[in-house]
């Protein structure tokens, strides 16, 4: 499968990251590599086989609907990088 | 003998008799930190002298020293993941490992460096500096939990607790010449691990030997309702039940993990072990598992994909790290996750993307989901033959320190022996078995059934019984 710079702009855009020109020929580069390998999965078939994403079988974990104690405000706001001890500040995110 | 050189549970011992002081153990391991700290760089940041004045009866492991891998909270402590973008990070709780052991007295020495987000196969993409292996400074210490397996090796720490999405517990353990364990999935609560692959992470020891490993397992293991995933299942007695008694048992050798790409020295030593099992009462047989194939496409796939998704929450708003001069905040995200991110998570993050993304999802992300459906099935017909399966952890010793950075697919490629366990969510050990003529040191791992943790953990104290690698430690704990 061929991996193209449009493709690597575009998933960049999904993941939220910009890569310098530079980085970016060499990531689409790898990435072509990486994906061509991973082509190895092809040449099997899983015709019939249900995918599996939990490895134990898991029922739905419930718990009783109490009130439990949290931390306050404070303590979490004290990991942000920009905080006005009320909110996290963030540029404008709407007009 | 130096404090150093003693197991965890030794030490423990002669803390209880008062024959070593709290303060001596703690004073003994701040000396080895400060000793082989500029030479190995195994830890991030180092949180001593504490004295806890542990109750010394709390537990089997009371007043040890240890440390934990930078990706586990521990409340007030820096927690980085070695990455830039959680830089100043100190979280305002701590994992419920580090409150376990901490009821059970153990000591922290402070956190341990690992590659970037515990990616990488060799601590190399960490954002502090790569680990540097104690036997031989100018080759890699392995990874992700590298700066765990050194700090042991070299005796800064009794024990280590790390993590394991793909062998980053094992193969360190392995390139370092300690003893390391990756629990079934389920056993160890992830609350406050910060996740890489939700489905594949889980926590473990690493220590001098499979007793200490399961003293370890002892107290961390067991239901948390904190995390959604930890089984509802038996917990403790492990120390009590290694007997070293291997009569009756049944070990299978995959012929898939001892063919090409395998080291001579590696296949020579892991087959050598063999016959120590064997010895002590083990049948030991040769069988197909050609499912080995394609274990690494489909772990790649996965843990790409999971990763993807755990780390969008790394913006820069809540926690961490932001980057300056950014216009809106669609540019705030993108400037920090670009800058404070390194290049193998930025590489995992896109592949990820791609995987899941429209157009490919069906022909990579559900694919190797039924692969792995393959991988367990496979599995679950060789545990119906076997008590335990006996692989070796890397195809090759530690390589030298730049190797793997040149080329992500080769990296990848050597974590062919470990990936599947997590896939298959098994239990399965890394011991020391032997040094290739370089005198690096060779691993050889054990892998049972789920909730097998037990039968892994005799086997290896078997072999620890009548073997003295675990023993050996590089000279002076760190090469100069």
């Not at chain 1, 092809?42 to 009783?64: C, G, M, Q, W, Y």
């Amino acid at each position: 499968m061929k991996i193209t710079e449009d493709m690597v702009d575009y998933i960049s855009q999904l993941s939220r990251l910009q890569l310098p020109a530079e980085e970016k020929t060499a990531m689409t580069a790898e990435l072509e590599r990486i994906v061509a390998y991973m082509d190895v999965l092809n040449t099997l078939d899983t015709t019939d086989v249900e995918p599996l994403s939990h490895i134990f079988p898991l029922k739905n974990v419930l718990r009783a609907d109490e009130v439990v104690p949290s931390y306050d405000r404070e303590t979490l706001l004290a990991g942000s990088p920009a905080g006005d001890g009320e909110t996290f500040l963030v540029p404008k995110a709407v007009e | 003998m130096e404090l150093y050189e003693l197991t965890a549970l030794e030490l423990a011992q002669k803390l209880r008799t008062g024959e070593v002081t709290q303060q001596e153990a703690v004073e003994a391991a701040l000396s080895r930190i400060h000793a082989t700290q500029p030479g190995n760089n195994a830890f991030v940041t180092v949180d001593g002298p504490v004295f806890s004045a542990a109750d010394l009866y709390a537990s089997p492991l009371a007043g040890v020293p240890m440390a934990y891998k930078d990706n586990i909270c521990t409340k007030g402590v820096p927690t980085t993941c070695a990455s830039k973008i959680l830089e100043g990070f100190v979280p305002c709780y701590d994992a419920t490992v580090v409150e376990r052991l901490s009821a059970a007295g153990a000591v922290s020495m402070g956190k341990l460096n690992m590659d970037e987000f515990a990616m990488g196969s060799t601590s190399e993409t960490s954002h502090c500096g790569p680990v540097k292996n104690p036997w031989d400074l100018t080759r890699a210490a392995g990874g992700s939990s590298g700066g765990a397996a050194a700090a042991v090796a070299a005796g800064e720490v009794w024990y280590a607790i790390g993590s394991d999405t793909g062998g980053s517990i094992r193969q360190p353990a392995a390139y370092c010449g300690v003893t390391g364990m990756k629990p079934t999935y389920g056993t160890v609560s992830r609350y406050g691990l910060i996740a890489y692959a939700s489905s594949l992470d889980q926590m473990g020891p690493i220590a001098r030997s499979a007793a200490d490993c399961a003293a370890v397992l002892d107290l961390i293991q067991g239901r948390d309702p904190r995390d959604g995933t930890s089984l509802d299942a038996p917990a403790g007695g492990l120390l009590a039940s290694l007997t070293g008694d291997l009569k009756g048992k049944k070990i299978g050798l995959p012929v898939d993990c001892f063919g090409e790409g395998l080291t001579p020295e590696v296949r020579t030593a892991v087959l050598a072990a063999a016959e120590v099992l064997k010895a002590r009462g083990a049948e030991v047989e040769e069988f197909a598992l050609p499912v080995m194939e394609y274990v690494v496409p489909t772990y790649y796939i996965i843990a790409a994909a999971e990763a993807s998704s755990n780390l969008s929450r790394f913006d820069g708003v809540k926690y961490g790290w932001r980057a300056e001069g950014y216009e809106d905040l669609t540019s705030l995200y993108c400037k920090t996750r670009t800058q404070g991110f390194g290049s193998e998570v930025k590489r995992r993050i896109l592949l990820g993307t791609f995987v899941l993304s429209s157009g490919y999802y069906d022909a990579y992300y559900k694919k190797a989901l039924q692969v792995k459906a393959l991988i367990k099935k496979a599995f679950d017909e060789a545990f119906a033959k076997y008590d335990l399966l006996l692989t070796p952890v890397a195809p090759t010793t530690a390589p030298k320190l730049g190797e793997s950075l040149t080329d992500p697919l080769k990296m990848y490629l050597s974590d062919i022996y470990t990936v599947s366990v997590n896939l298959a969510g098994l239990p399965a050990l890394s011991m020391p078995c032997g040094f290739d003529g370089k005198g690096m040191p060779i691993g050889a791992q054990l892998i049972g059934p789920a909730l097998g943790d037990g039968g892994v953990l005799n086997a290896a104290h078997a072999f620890q019984l009548d073997t003295g690698w675990h023993k050996k430690s590089p000279k002076g704990g760190d090469a100069q």
